[in-house]
């Protein structure tokens, strides 16, 4: 990819994507309402919460709830931590991508909501709050700051998003270190027609459910 100058969404720009945001979050939340309700009475009929947040790292540093439909087993902790201790590959897998394409922590109904990317409905929530943007890098952890080196400041100069470059060009099928640098051209080439392209790319993305695990 070629990469231009900055275009750090700021000023007139950055009050057009939050405008954009909250209304077509609300309208996705009225829309999606009946799959959401369904979805959260089958994970309620199987015990627990049905839904789940974990702190992620948003716009300036500032850690945030990030909701989504529980896909995991109850004790996912214990259950991960025994695993990658019983697992050397397991373990070297998830030092790399934070990720597991095996994951014993994630219940049959996870799964399918997970490889649907319906687990992540819920965050229109925290777009139409504010933590979160339609369109963005993925959300991350504090523990994968430290992956980001100097390209953290890029990250940090927006909010995250439910889908955003990495999404629509590989997912999971690409390195973490991939990852990162397509977070960091999005950020410096950013322009209200790439966000429009990526959304556009994503339908696509998810039926095809590339990368997705």
Known sequence: MVEMDYSVITGLQNNIKRIF??????????????IMLTIFLLIMRDGGAPLF??????????????????????NADEVLRNFLANNQ??????????????????????????KT?????????????????????????????????????????????????????????????QRVNLDSWYVKNWSIWHDFAILLKTIPAVLRRDGAY
């Open 21 to 34: 945001d909250i209304c077509a979050s609300f309208i996705a939340i009225i829309v999606s309402s009946p």
């Open 53 to 74: 947040s974990h702190n992620r790292v948003g716009r300036g540093g500032v850690i945030f709830p990030c909701l989504k439909f529980r896909s995991m087993a109850l």
């Open 89 to 114: 590959n397991a373990a070297l897998e998830w030092q790399e991508t934070q990720k597991l394409q095996n994951d014993p922590r994630i219940s049959s109904l996870g799964k399918f909501l997970r």
């Open 117 to 177: 990317s319906l687990d992540e409905l819920p965050q229109l929530f925290n777009v139409l709050k504010g933590d979160m943007s339609l369109v963005g890098p993925r959300p991350i952890v504090a523990d994968e700051v430290a992956h980001y080196r100097n390209k953290i400041f890029d990250y940090q100069k927006v909010r995250p998003g439910i889908t955003g470059l990495w999404q629509v060009s590989g997912r999971s099928n690409l390195s973490y270190e």
